[in-house]
């Protein structure tokens, strides 16, 4: 009998051992069909053994081998395995999450055919004499099969439209085996890009070109370019020379960098087939990207961190956009980080990745600084565009309205009289972030997470922020019972507010989560603002990247002082970023820009550093403090959470993990091993669990490594109700 042991997803972290069915085969890496208590799973097989460490008869059959042969490349085997060593995540959850949905599901894993729409004679009658005159959507899903046909699953056509059609007999649906054409045989004889949109690089960019394209095998390098150094530029002609190399790219951009406008440039350039995985990709969509990729069908894919489980028949370079950016971390699950995973990757491959920022993490610039990583600079703008001029405010000694000083609404005034656009940066939405009683201070917080409720005045609704529940406005004080109810702060709604009345003859756009909730409504808000039909914009996070408005001449951050006092020691790091991404909307084209920070605090040393000598001497300063405090990236951190209903045991379950810890360190002579908790979580309540944590640290990640494997979270977690789980190198404390 072949014994096969295969990986579950499931939070466990052994593999499972079945029995194969008589004259059934299977090899490493293919999904199997298994029972699992009561429900039937599909797993991974990852080792043939010749014997099971349970007895035969206890074992139980594969239900199905789904695949021929491993569906995982050798290249996505290794790095898989690899971060679930690395990560302390079930090999199974690893491996099957890698997957796309269907697969996950247990459908097969070889495009054989596609199911397409095809227009009937009836239905090519029907065009012609009218016959739909009413219903419009049929008619256009009919003109469109006249050009050619669509796949059932992949078209812009709702199916209650298709079944109408179908219903008629206007349509009918044919079956098209799939031919699996490389990307370079679906080229033709068209060359890869199309040289009329390459534009001459200047002499900053050739190094870096040349740089990049003369590396042979791995090499990881920094693009280190301020925004519109033209980066992107290099990007797509080192794109470009790995095509015609015959190799494949991938491309990982933060979660809110893949607007329509990136993907465009890309698309622009290329003749080779671009693939494309975004969020709004059904699943069907998911798993064509994953085989196309995966046989050679498309040259580049790009895509969100976790673009990088995509599979490729042969992959020649990574480049990964905005290194910087936390959404490369993976927050729930197994938590990965993909910028550090690329660079597994790459090595493993033995080919190039090249990850780019304005401003680099200090992470990288360290492995710069340790020669992991080769440092390039680009500290031009390309084209013509100025350099902006930035200045601070101090909020002190200024009259404010409503969270403006009057000094920036001169400066506001002044940019819109010459007919130019201000951008307003508030990271906060709605009206205010607490409204409270004027006679005795009670606050309106949300009974799930302790914390204050959102006034939205728009909505007329009190809004918790972490857990999304919703409660009416209060018209009296919980506590006394007065009406005297007042809020305090801004949110990007009082902004807004206040802003129409001082400048009533102006359009204003804020975009933020609110205001684009419905469908095509950033779309229409970007356009309004593309067009001038707004000259106020004012925005969130959703606005700091990835858009380019021209006529913007006047950038104002209107409140950075959170960042300057906060207890996550990476504040600093991510308030200076954000600060040179939004300077960065300013002056992009021949117009002169200017920044503005509104703070208490203007003699701050990192604000002063940040505005007088830019990004890369605040991160010179910042490293040295970390490295002073013993902080990451100079010591390896994990961090286990756990959250239940009943707060003790969550604080128990973490206190025994960490006697475990504090006994470890005794064995094994680590007394540089830190154990710092068990401590509430900064939000010690959401959604009506308790969250406490447990920090680990020390200076050597092979230890703080080996510290983890001897751990064995099972155990401990068998007798707590808690939900536990480790984040190796956190990215949020
Ligand atoms: P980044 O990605 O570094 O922010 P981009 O690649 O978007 O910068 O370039 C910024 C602007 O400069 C774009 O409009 C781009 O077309 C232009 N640009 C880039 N490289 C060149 C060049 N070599 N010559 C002229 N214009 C360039
Ligand atoms: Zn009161
Ligand atoms: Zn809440």
């Avoid at 400066?411 to 939405?429: A, M, P, S, T, Y």
């Avoid at 801004?490 to 807004?496: H, N």
């Avoid at 707004?534 to 951050?557: C, D, E, R």
């Avoid at 979270?713 to 536990?724: F, G, M």
Wanted: one cysteine or more.
């Amino acid at each position: 009998m072949q014994i096969v042991r295969a990986a579950l997803n499931v939070p466990l972290m052994r593999c499972f051992d079945y029995l194969l069915p008589q004259r059934v085969k299977a090899q490493i890496g293919v999904r199997v069909l298994v029972p699992f208590g009561t429900r039937k799973l599909v797993g991974v097989v990852t080792e043939l053994p010749e014997q099971s460490d349970f007895p035969l008869e206890q074992l139980k059959q594969v239900i199905e081998v789904l695949d021929k042969q491993s569906i995982f490349s050798e290249p996505s085997w290794k790095l898989l395995n690899w971060a679930s060593n690395y990560y302390h995540a079930s090999l199974g959850e690893v491996l099957i999450s890698a997957l796309p949905v269907k697969l996950r599901n247990g459908e097969s894993a070889v495009q054989k055919s596609k199911i397409l729409w095809k227009i009937t004679a009836l239905g090519e009658q029907a065009l012609l004499s009218g016959a739909l005159k009413q219903a419009k959507k049929q008619i256009a899903a009919l003109q469109a099969l006249s050009q050619s046909s669509l796949e059932k699953s992949n078209n812009e056509f709702n199916s209650a439209i298709w079944s109408a059609l179908k219903e008629k007999q206007f349509v009918e649906e044919i079956e098209q085996v799939v031919e699996i054409k490389s990307w370079q045989h679906s080229l033709g004889d068209l060359p890869v890009a199309k040289a009329e949109n390459r534009l001459t690089l200047n002499k900053q960019q050739a190094l870096a070109f040349t740089q990049v394209l003369f590396q042979q095998g791995f090499a990881a390098f920094l693009l280190d370019g301020v925004t519109g150094s033209g980066k992107t530029e290099i990007y797509l002609q080192l794109i470009e020379e790995t095509l015609k190399k015959d190799k494949q790219v991938l491309v990982l951009v933060p979660e809110i960098g893949l607007t329509p406008q990136t993907v465009q440039r890309f698309q622009s350039r290329f003749n080779a087939q671009i693939d494309v995985l975004h969020s709004n990709l059904n699943d069907t969509q998911r798993l064509n990207v994953w085989q196309r990729a995966k046989t050679g069908q498309s040259a580049v894919v790009i895509g969100t961190r976790s673009a990088l489980f995509t599979q490729f028949a042969d992959l020649g370079l990574i480049i990964l956009d905005e290194e910087h950016d936390s959404s490369f971390k993976q927050q729930d699950g197994w938590r990965y980080h993909a910028r550090d995973l690329a660079v597994v990757y790459a090595k493993q491959l033995d080919i190039p990745v090249l990850m780019g920022s304005a401003t680099p993490s200090l992470e990288s610039l360290n492995n710069v600084n340790l020669g992991k990583y080769q440092h390039i600079l680009l500290s031009k703008r390309a084209g013509n565009a100025l350099m902006v001029e930035c200045q601070l405010i101090d909020l002190k000694k200024q009259n404010v309205i409503n969270g403006l000083s009057v000094a920036l609404l001169k400066k506001i005034e002044d940019h819109l009289q010459k007919g130019n656009q201000v951008l307003l940066f508030l990271n906060r939405r709605g009206f205010a972030p607490v409204l409270l009683c004027h006679e005795c201070g009670w606050i309106a917080d949300c009974q799930h997470c302790d914390k204050p409720l959102t006034y939205h005045q728009h909505q007329r609704v009190m809004r918790c922020h972490h857990c999304a529940s919703q409660r009416p406005i209060p018209r009296q004080c919980a506590k006394c019972g007065s009406t005297n109810l007042v809020t305090t702060g801004q949110g990007t709604e009082q902004l807004e507010q206040t802003l129409q009345q001082r400048f009533p003859q102006y359009g204003i756009t804020r975009i933020d989560r609110d205001s684009t909730a419905r469908k095509g409504k950033l779309e229409s808000h970007l356009n309004d603002i593309q067009q001038g039909k707004s000259q106020i914009l004012i925005g969130t996070q959703m606005l700091a990247k990835g858009h380019h408005f021209p006529n913007v001449t006047l950038v104002a951050l209107i409140n950075v002082d959170s960042g300057l006092f906060s207890l996550d020691f990476r504040a600093e790091e991510r308030l200076a970023q954000l600060y040179v991404q939004v300077a960065g909307r300013a002056g992009r084209a021949e117009k002169q820009g200017e920044v503005v920070l509104q703070t208490h605090y203007p003699e701050h040393p990192l604000l002063q550093r940040l505005l007088q000598e830019g990004y890369n001497a605040f991160a010179v300063d910042a490293l040295h403090m970390r490295q002073v405090m013993g902080l990451p990236p100079f010591s390896s951190q994990a961090l286990f959470k756990a959250q239940s209903r009943n707060s003790i045991e969550a604080e128990q379950c973490l206190q025994q993990i960490a006697d475990y810890f504090q006994q470890w360190k005794l064995a094994q002579n680590q007394p540089h091993l830190q154990i710092l908790g068990a401590m509430p979580a900064p939000f010690a309540k959401k959604a009506d669990q308790f969250r406490w944590q447990l920090l680990l640290q020390h200076e050597n990640r092979a230890i703080l490594q080996q510290a983890l494997r001897d751990f064995d979270q099972q155990e401990i977690e068998k007798s707590w109700q808690v939900r536990l789980n480790l984040d190796v190198d956190p990215q949020d404390l």
